[in-house]
């Protein structure tokens, strides 16, 4: 099982950011998928979450109105789209694949939101 994180980087503040996560070796479409992300010195919390049968996604309020999660079967990839970016969103992000019993993490990308 894999979950590979990328389009982190250097942003400015009120600038944008796309991060993608490809997943390999389970079945993609089966498996709820979220956004995660922890900044130095605090818990990981929760960012966003789609299920496995295109329900409407969850957002914490901190990115409400400001961050999309989308998902593509097809590709295996569940994008994270990131506007109106604020240096609080500073992290590092990782995206999970949740099924049943089983959770699988990434290895994070990191944002840094900073003039």
């Known amino acids: 099982v894999q979950l590979v994180e990328s389009g982190g980087g250097l942003v400015q503040p009120g600038g944008s950011l796309r991060l993608s996560c490809a997943a390999s070796g389970f079945t993609f479409s089966r498996y709820a998928m979220s956004w995660y992300r922890q900044a130095p010195g605090k818990e990981r919390e929760s960012v966003a979450f789609i299920s496995s049968a295109f329900g409407s996604p969850n957002y914490a309020e901190s990115v409400k109105g400001r961050f999309t999660i989308s998902r593509d079967n097809a590709k295996n990839t569940v994008y994270l789209q990131m506007n109106s970016l604020k240096p609080e969103d500073t992290a590092v992000y990782y995206c999970?694949?949740?099924?049943?019993?089983?959770?699988?993490w990434g290895q994070g990308t990191q944002v840094t939101v900073s003039s």
């Open positions: 999970s694949a949740v099924g049943g019993p089983y959770r699988y």
